[in-house]
Nanobody
């Protein structure tokens, strides 16, 4: 199983960015797909998850209304759309798969991709 996150970069405060996660080796319909972010020196924090049935779960109130996630199983792709970005959103963003419902804890996920770095700065 391989996952790959991409789309990170430098963006100004208030700007937008879309991150993509692609995978191979699993039938994604059975998996929940989540995005986590990690700041240097801290563990990974759950951002958002979409279950196999399509329901979204947000894990941070400050992200609601700014971040949305979609998935296209037939294309093995999930997209995290981030709007109104803030400097505190700066982190490495990782996508992960879990063969079950969405979960907040990183240890519950089965597969991880390498992260993509997002920097929000003027």
């Amino acid at each position: 199983v391989q996952l790959q996150a991409s789309g990170g970069g430098l963006v100004q405060p208030g700007g937008s960015l879309s991150l993509s996660c692609t995978w191979s080796g699993v039938t994604a319909n059975y998996y929940s797909i989540a995005w986590f972010r990690q700041v240097l020196g801290r563990g990974r924090e759950a951002v958002i998850c979409v279950s196999g049935s399509g329901g979204s779960t947000y894990y941070t109130d400050s992200d609601k209304g700014r971040f949305t996630m979609s998935r296209v199983n037939s294309r093995n792709t999930a997209t995290l759309r981030m709007n109104s970005l803030k400097p505190e959103d700066t982190a490495v963003y990782h996508c992960a798969l879990r063969l079950s419902s969405c979960h907040r804890q990183e240890g519950e996920y089965d597969y991880w991709g390498q992260g993509t770095k997002v920097t929000v700065s003027s």
